[in-house]
């Protein structure tokens, strides 16, 4: 049987905005903290799950980039 898939879930500003926030506090928000942050966001706690595991992804990306970044131009030969 083929899957249906979720349309994409776009989050305005603020949202996002306070998403970034809880992500600052917590990489790693338990079911409680999703259920939370999905009533204030206006969101299901899956999609907030969803986003934490991306924006999770997207910050160990720039971790290793900026890993690479230093070792590459040390800060003193700016």
Known sequence: LPVKKKPRTFYSAEQLEELEKMFQEDHYPDNEKRREIAA????????????????????????????????KYPASSA
Not at 44 to 51: A, G, H, Y
């Open 40 to 71: 204030v966001v206006g969101v299901t706690p899956q999609r907030i799950l969803v986003w934490f595991q991306n924006r999770r992804a997207k910050w160990r990306k720039l971790q290793k980039l900026n890993i690479k970044g230093n070792t």
